[in-house]
C-alpha cells in the first residue's frame, strides 16, 4: 500500500485544520465535523499517555510523553511534543486530554516514589506499559525497574472510567483503544532471557567439556583426568567470586597434577581455551535458537489471546456499556521499529507473527460491529517503513533521541527533550527512541485515523 504525496494531504486536512493549517468550512470558518462529540476518552499504553509518569524526576527533566517532549514548533513546526490523541482532541474542538491518574512506584533516591494521584474530570487513561489485562507491564517495579511505572492494564482502565461515570458511557463519547505491543515486548523480554539462560548453561558445559578433554589428553590416564578436571572446572564456577581466567587456572593445574606438565605453559594451554570458547560460542547459540524455536508457538498465542481478550472487552465492557463511537487500533508493525531491526531474522519474523496473530482477533471479532472503526496501524507503519519517501519521513531505522545522553538519564522517549536530541534535523524521524514514534510520526497516525473516521462518517 503506497501513498503519493497528494493523498496525504488529502488525508491530512481535517487535521491540519484543527492545528490551524487549513478550513473545514465552505465559508473558509473552523472545520465542522459530521459528529459532535462531547468528550474523548483513551484507553491503553505508551502510544496514547498524555502525562501518567509527569511527576517527580521525569518532570523535573521535561519529560512525561513518550515522544520527543516539550513544544518545540518554534524551532521546527514538526516537535510539536503531542501524541495522536491530543491531535484528534484538537480536531474535534475539544479540550487537550488530560491523564486519569498519574503517579510513579519506584526508586524514591532517583525521584520516582510520587504518590497516585486520581483527577475526576481527566478522562486519558492510556499508561506506559500497560498490557491488556496483566498487571504487571514494561516499568513495573516487580519487573525490578527502578521507574516503577503503573502499568495499570487496560481492562482496569475501562473498569475505572465505568466506575467514575456511574457503570455507563454516555454515548457521545468518541473512545480510543490502542494496546498490545507491551504484551508483544514483554513476552518477547521473556523468551530472550530463557533464551539467554539456555545459551549461558549450554555453552558453560560445553566449555568445561572441551577444555577438559584437551588437557586430559596429556595426562598419564586421559579419562581419569578428564574427570578431576572437570570437578576443578565446576568447583570453581560455583565459587563466589570467580572469573574466567581463575577457571581456567583451576583446569590447568588439575591437569598438571594428573601428569600433563605441558600444561602449565600458556602457549599449551592457550590455543586450548581458544578452541573451547569456540565450542561454547557454537553449543549457546544452538541452545538459545532450540529454545526461542520451541517457545515461539507459545508466544504467538499468548498475543493472539491477548487479541482476543481486548477484543472481548470492548465488545463487552465498551460496547455492552454504551459507547456508540470506538475507534480501536490495531498493533503496528513492530518488527520494523528499530527495537525489531536490532533483532535477528528469525526473532523479526516471530514479533511479526506475534502481531498478527493479536491483530487477526481484532478482526475476526470487531469487524462486524457497526459502532467500531478499525484502523489498520500494521498497513500504514509497515508502508512507511518500506517506503517513507512519500510520507515526509527522513529516518525510519533510528531513533532521532539520544538515548546515552546525559540529559535523558532514562534512556527512553518518557525523557526526551530537544536538549537531548541526536545532531542535526531529526524532527521528520519516525521514531523518538526505539518503539515510540516522534511527534511527527504521531501527526502521521492522527491523519491516518481522521481518514478512517472520514470514510465512517464520523467526521
Known amino acids: ?60 527533566l521535561g519529560g512525561g510523553k513518550f515522544t520527543i517532549n516539550g513544544d518545540n514548533t518554534a524551532t521546527n513546526a514538526a516537535l510539536t511534543g503531542k501524541n495522536w490523541t491530543e491531535l484528534m482532541a ?17 526508586d524514591a533516591s532517583k525521584g520516582f516514589s510520587v504518590p497516585v494521584t486520581n483527577f475526576p474530570n481527566c478522562y486519558g487513561y492510556a499508561q506506559g506499559g500497560a498490557r491488556v489485562t496483566n498487571p504487571v507491564g514494561a516499568g513495573h517495579r516487580l519487573t525490578g525497574s527502578a521507574l516503577g511505572a503503573l502499568t495499570v492494564p487496560v481492562v482496569t482502565q475501562v473498569k475505572n472510567h465505568l466506575a467514575k461515570t456511574g457503570g455507563k458511557f454516555k454515548g ?58 572437570g570437578l576443578a572446572i565446576a568447583t570453581e ?32 594451554y592457550g590455543p586450548m581455551v581458544t578452541t573451547a570458547q569456540t565450542a561454547a560460542t557454537t ?45 480501536v487500533n490495531n498493533l503496528p508493525d513492530v518488527a520494523n521499529t528499530p527495537a525489531g531491526l536490532s533483532k535477528d531474522a528469525n526473532t523479526r519474523a516471530l514479533i511479526d507473527k506475534m502481531v498478527q496473530g493479536f491483530n487477526a482477533q481484532l478482526t475476526s471479532s470487531l469487524s462486524s460491529e457497526s459502532k ?21 519521513l527522513t529516518n525510519v531505522t533510528e531513533p532521532a533521541c539520544d538515548l546515552t545522553s546525559p540529559k535523558n538519564p532514562l534512556g527512553s522517549a518518557l525523557g526526551c527533550t530537544a536538549a537531548s536530541l541526536k545532531s542535526g534535523d531529526v524532527s521528520h524521524y519516525s521514531y523518538a527512541d526505539d518503539v515510540h514514534p516522534s511527534p511527527f510520526n504521531n501527526l502521521l497516525l492522527a491523519r491516518y485515523v481522521s481518514k478512517a473516521l472520514v470514510t465512517k462518517g464520523w467526521l
Open 90 to 106: 484538537a480536531q474535534f474542538n475539544l479540550p487537550a486530554p488530560c491523564p486519569a491518574q498519574t503517579g510513579l512506584e519506584g
Open 283 to 327: 553449543a549457546g547459540q544452538k541452545a538459545g535458537a532450540d529454545y526461542a524455536a520451541a517457545q515461539a508457538p507459545a508466544m504467538v498465542a499468548a498475543l493472539t489471546t491477548a487479541g482476543a481478550e481486548l477484543a472481548a472487552l470492548v465488545k463487552t465492557q465498551i460496547l455492552g456499556n454504551g459507547a456508540n463511537y470506538v475507534v
Open 172 to 229: 457521545d463519547e468518541i473512545v480510543f483503544v490502542m494496546a498490545g505491543g507491551n504484551d508483544v515486548l514483554v513476552n518477547l523480554a521473556q523468551l530472550q532471557a530463557g533464551a539467554t539462560a539456555a545459551g549461558t548453561t549450554a555453552g558453560k558445559t560445553a566449555f568445561a567439556t572441551s577444555l577438559a578433554t584437551q588437557l586430559a589428553g596429556g595426562a598419564t590416564n586421559p579419562a581419569t583426568a578428564a574427570q578431576a578436571i
Open 372 to 392: 467500531v472503526v478499525i484502523v489498520d496501524v500494521y498497513a500504514v507503519s509497515h508502508d512507511q517503513a518500506t517506503n517513507p519517501g512519500p510520507y515526509g
Open 1 to 60: 500500500m503506497h501513498y503519493t504525496k497528494l493523498a496525504l494531504a488529502v488525508m491530512a486536512g481535517a487535521v491540519l485544520a484543527a492545528c490551524g493549517g487549513g478550513s473545514g468550512s465552505p465559508q473558509g470558518g473552523a472545520q465542522v465535523n459530521k459528529v459532535q462529540f462531547a468528550s474523548q476518552v483513551s484507553f491503553g499504553d505508551s502510544l496514547s499517555d498524555v502525562g501518567s509518569y509527569n511527576v517527580g524526576t521525569v518532570k523535573a
Open 237 to 268: 564456577s560455583a565459587r563466589s567470586g570467580s572469573t574466567d581466567a581463575s577457571i581456567v587456572q583451576a583446569a590447568v593445574t588439575a591437569a598438571v597434577q594428573a601428569g600433563n606438565v605441558a600444561a602449565a605453559s600458556a602457549a599449551v
